[in-house]
């Protein structure tokens, strides 16, 4: 229902884009679902690094401020994630999630992982 792409190997102060395509019964609510990126390094905790609510509202964590972009295409029914100045700390799998409470809705990505080199 979720598919992540883009992840990949990059070295400290580059650019990826992740993107998360929807199908299937969860495209009928894409676009007034929360979409969010989270991420999980080797033994930590997963967390949200990025959202993004119906209506274009968006929030970061504060580590990623000012240097990663979320966003949502509702013709494609894909929600990006740009990530500029990679640090080696961003090194984590990567998974999108979609959550709408109205339908009880709460699907996740496979993963991608980004390994950021210094």
């Known amino acids: 229902q979720l598919q992540a792409s883009g992840g990949g190997v990059v070295q400290a102060g580059g650019s990826l884009r992740l993107s998360c395509a929807a199908s299937?019964?969860?495209?009928?609510?894409?676009?007034?679902?929360?979409m969010g990126w989270h991420r999980q390094a080797p033994g930590k905790q997963r967390e949200l690094v990025a959202a993004?609510?119906?209506?274009?509202?968006?929030n970061y964590t504060d580590s990623v401020k000012g240097r990663f972009s979320i966003s949502r295409d509702t013709a494609k029914k894909t929600v990006y994630l740009q990530m500029n100045g990679l640090k080696p700390e961003d090194t984590a799998v990567y998974y999108c999630?979609?959550?709408?409470?109205?339908?009880?809705?709460?699907?996740w990505g496979q993963g991608t992982l980004v390994t950021v080199s210094s």
């Open positions: 999630n979609l959550v709408h409470r109205r339908y009880s809705y709460d699907y």
């Open positions: 993004i609510i119906s209506g274009g509202i968006t």
């Open positions: 299937g019964t969860i495209t009928s609510v894409f676009n007034t679902a929360t």
